[in-house]
């Protein structure tokens, strides 16, 4: 599954390998613990949601709507 960072973390894989993971950062992962407590905290949405939100925000520019 692929996620987008919301903010800044660090998740230990299998309890003792960490990883930091910045902001913005695209997470490429099967670890199903890491998507399940990171999605529930909120420190990552899905990429397909961080497209959804993008595209909603480029229909909703000043520079995109006619006048």
């Not at 998740?11 to 003792?16: E, F, I, K, T």
């Amino acid at each position: 599954m692929k996620l987008i960072a919301k903010k800044p973390f660090s998740w230990a894989h299998r309890g003792v390998q960490v990883e930091h993971f910045e902001a913005g950062a695209e997470i490429d992962t099967e670890d199903t613990d890491l998507i399940e407590v990171s999605t529930r905290e909120g420190w990552v949405e899905s990429n397909e949601e961080g497209k959804k939100r993008a595209t909603k925000a480029q229909k909703n520019a000043p520079e995109n709507k006619g006048e």
